[in-house]
Nanobody, 121 residues
Framework: QVQLVESGGGLVQPGGSLRLSCAAS????????MGWYRQAPGKERELVAA???????NYADSVKGRFTISRDNAKNTVYLQMNSLKPEDTAVYYC???????????????WGKGTLVTVSS
């Protein structure tokens, strides 16, 4: 079964940078997309960035030009480089994988446990 483990969260000052990592287990038959969502206090979970198996990317308007999503297929890992961080970026960030764990499996969503990013002076 797919297991997703996030790392890289923490406390950073406004204008600073962090890199989040999400490592997936090697039981995946095919991946449609991997991405990052976030949920701030009192708000709904929102898509931050996603990357398809073909390398196409999608970003929330609020992070375009500041965040970059990338992947390392050999390591089954997706990254989120976050630059020029703002207080409004503070949230729990969740790794998401959409794919098929086995050839006969249906496409499904899998989630990590989340990592907290706090942007504060």
């Amino acid at each position: 079964q797919v297991q997703l483990v996030e790392s890289g969260g923490g406390l950073v000052q406004p204008g600073g940078s962090l890199r989040l990592s999400c490592a997936a287990s090697r039981t995946i038959f095919s991946i449609n997309t991997m991405g990052w969502y976030r949920q701030a206090p009192g708000k709904e979970r929102e898509l931050v960035a996603a990357i398809t198996s073909g390398g196409s990317t999608n970003y929330a308007d609020s992070v375009k030009g500041r965040f970059t999503i990338s992947r390392d297929n050999a390591k089954n890992t997706v990254y989120l480089q976050m630059n020029s961080l703002k207080p409004e970026d503070t949230a729990v960030y969740y790794c998401n994988l959409r794919g098929r764990v086995m050839q006969m499996s249906s496409t499904a969503d899998y989630w990590g446990k989340g990592t907290l990013v706090t942007v504060s002076s």
